[in-house]
C-alpha cells in the first residue's frame, strides 16, 4: 500500500471518528474534495464544544482588526475566563469539568448577537469578537454574558448534580485607523480579565476606550493615505 493511500485511509478513519459523513471511498475527485473540505473544517473547530479553536479564532480577530483599521468601525473584543475551575476538577473530577466547559461554551453561544464569534483560547478560556460594537453598547453585551453564565445550572454527569459557576471578563476595543496587531489587543483584553479576577471575579472591566493606548509599535505602522483631493491626512489626527 504506499503511502498516500495510507494517508487517505487515515483521514478517513479520522473524519469517521469525528462523525463527519463521507461519499463512499473510490468516488474520485469529489470524495477527496469531501476530505479535505471536513479536515480543513475540523482543524478549526475545538472538539470539546464545538467552537471556533484558538487558530480559527485569531483569524477572525485579525479580519476585525484590519476591518477597524481601514474602516474605523468599532469591535471589542472580550476575554472570558471561568472562575475557581481548578476546584471544579478537584472536587468533581476532570469530566464534570468538561460538562462545565461545554456548558459555559453553549450559554455563551446562545447569547451572543448572529454576526458576533465566540471561540475556546484554550483550557477554561474563551474569546468573544464583537464587531460593529461601540462603547454604548460593548459593556451591555459582555455584561449579558457574564449574567447569563451566572444564571445556568450546569447539570453534572453523574445525572445528580448541578452546579452554578461565574466567569471573569476583560474587553478592549480595536483601534480604529490604527494597524495594530491581534497579539497587542489580546494582551490589553487580558489586562482588563486579570484585573476582574484580582478585584473578586463574576465580573467584567472593559478597557474605556479614551485610555486606550497606541503602543510605540503601533505608531510605526501608522500609516499616512491620500484623501480624494490628494492631500494625505495624518491618522495621528484620527486616533
Ligand atoms: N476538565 C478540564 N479541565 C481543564 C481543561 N483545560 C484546562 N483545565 C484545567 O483548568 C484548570 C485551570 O485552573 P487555574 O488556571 O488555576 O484557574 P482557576 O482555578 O479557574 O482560577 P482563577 O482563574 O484564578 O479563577 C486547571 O486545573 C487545568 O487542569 C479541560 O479541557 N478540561
Redesign the pocket.
Known sequence: MSLPTLRLDHARALLRQAGVALPEPGAGAAELQAIIDALCELSERDP?TGLPNRRAFMARLAQELDRSSRSGEVALLLML??????????RFG?????A??RAVADTLKSHIRPMDTVGRL???EFGVVFPNCGPGSGAQLAERLRAAVEAAHVPLPDGVTALRVTV?GGGAYAPAWVRSSIEHWMERADRQLYEA?RQG?NRVLIEPVAHSEVSAEEKERLFAWPDADGLIIDPADAI
Not at 475566563?81 to 478537584?90: G, L, R
Not at 476532570?94 to 468538561?98: E, F, K, R, S, Y
Open positions: 470539546l475566563d471561568i472562575d475557581h475551575f481548578k476546584a471544579v476538577n478537584d476532570h469530566l464534570a469539568g468538561d462545565v466547559i484554550g483550557g477554561e471573569s479576577k471575579r
